[in-house]
Nanobody, 125 residues
Framework: QVQLVESGGGLVQAGGSLRLSCAASGRTFSNNLMGWFRQAPGKEREFVAAINWSGGSTFYADSVKGRFTISRDNAKNTVYLQMNSLKPEDTAVYLC??????????????????WGQGTQVTVSS
């Protein structure tokens, strides 16, 4: 079992920055692929970014590439999402997710085993 708790969301103006954190508990965190997804009202959950167990491989949605950076600190059992140059269309609940392998399905929410409750990010224009 892996338990995930997100923090760091809030209200920010367009062009601003936020850093989200996802604190994990569970003995397999350091071996897991960690992902960030987001869900806006009335929309499906969409992939944002993911990082493999070592941090050596990262994956991003085209919509955030160059603006968001995912990282992890296995000693602290924490994964981060640094979000820069935020846009109003980035407004959503951001959720952290985990699964024990990489693979081509990492972009699909249904392929993840564990989820946090989410943290709200609101970007005003």
């Amino acid at each position: 079992q892996v338990q995930l708790v997100e923090s760091g969301g809030g209200l920010v103006q367009a062009g601003g920055s936020l850093r989200l954190s996802c604190a994990a508990s569970g003995r397999t965190f350091s071996n897991n692929l960690m992902g960030w997804f987001r869900q806006a009202p009335g929309k499906e959950r969409e992939f944002v970014a993911a990082i493999n167990w070592s941090g050596g491989s990262t994956f991003y949605a085209d919509s955030v590439k160059g603006r968001f950076t995912i990282s992890r600190d296995n000693a602290k059992n924490t994964v981060y999402l640094q979000m820069n140059s935020l846009k109003p269309e980035d407004t959503a609940v951001y959720l952290c997710a985990s699964r024990p392998y990489v693979g081509s399905t990492l972009y699909y929410a249904g392929s993840y085993d564990y989820w946090g409750q989410g943290t709200q990010v609101t970007v005003s224009s």
